[in-house]
């Protein structure tokens, strides 16, 4: 089935550790995101890919990398530098038109200790 | 800059219909998403609005007006299952990205 796919669904980090979380999707979709969700708070963008090896910050992106290697492919690295880490994740992707919505992952949920 | 409010919170009774409300302000307008949300999950697509107007799909209705930079989702025939939160997303100009509202909470009681 096609879809996209998140991992590690919980992830636990210590503070000053730098961490990846994957994301995979398999609907050949050209456009990948990275969003942040914090309780109470909308859906905030961290990085954004609309081709493959080309990438730009969203709205939140100091304190993490991205890298878009493959059409397929889209991780998140949150380094050390993120002040506030511990979050809900979302990956999604989308069809290259205006009208393409967006489909999410199942998200990932990071807890700096 | 891009700008979208919506009620933090609404309540309603199962059976009932309601209403959330989403205003923006955008530069550029490409469509407006709802998406719904359960705790703890990823959104799901409810609705796409880029004319103005009602679209109806099933229980769920959504309705656009690009002069006012309104938008609602109307759901009828509340069911319990339909407590969630329900973001509107907006698609500016010239690129991919959507930017969402802070979701409004919807408790359905019995």
New interface residues.
């Given amino acids: 089935d096609g879809g996209i796919t998140q991992s590690p669904k919980y992830l636990f980090r210590k503070e000053g550790q730098n961490v990846t979380l994957s994301c995979e999707q398999n609907l050949n979709h050209d456009?990948m995101?990275w969003?942040r969700q914090d309780p109470?708070?909308?859906?905030?963008?961290i990085y954004?890919s609309?081709i493959v090896n080309d990438f730009?910050k969203?709205d939140i992106a100091e304190g993490y990398s991205v890298s878009r290697e493959k059409k397929e492919s889209f991780p998140l690295t949150v380094t050390s530098a993120q002040k506030n880490p511990t979050a809900?994740y979302?990956c999604a992707s989308?069809t290259?038109g205006?009208?393409?919505?967006?489909?999410?992952?199942?998200?990932s949920r990071l807890t700096v200790l | 800059g891009q700008n979208?409010d919506q009620p933090?919170e609404m309540t309603a009774t199962e059976g009932a219909i309601v209403q959330i409300n989403c205003t923006y302000q955008t530069s550029g307008f490409?469509?407006l998403?709802w998406y719904q949300q359960h705790a703890?999950?990823?959104?799901?697509?409810l609705s796409?609005n880029?004319l103005d107007g009602l679209e109806e799909k099933g229980r769920f209705s959504s309705f656009l007006s690009r002069s006012k930079g309104y938008s609602y989702l109307l759901l009828k025939e509340l069911q319990m299952k339909d407590s969630a939160s329900y973001?509107c997303?907006v698609?500016g100009r010239g690129?991919?990205?959507?930017?969402?509202?802070?979701?409004t909470r919807l408790l359905v009681s019995p």
């Fill in positions: 456009a995101y969003y109470g708070q909308g859906l905030r963008l954004y609309q730009q969203g809900f979302l989308s290259s205006a009208t393409g919505e967006l489909f999410f992952g199942e998200g | 979208i933090t490409n469509g998403f703890g999950e990823a959104p799901t697509f796409y880029v973001l997303a698609r690129f991919q990205k959507l930017v969402f509202g802070t979701g």
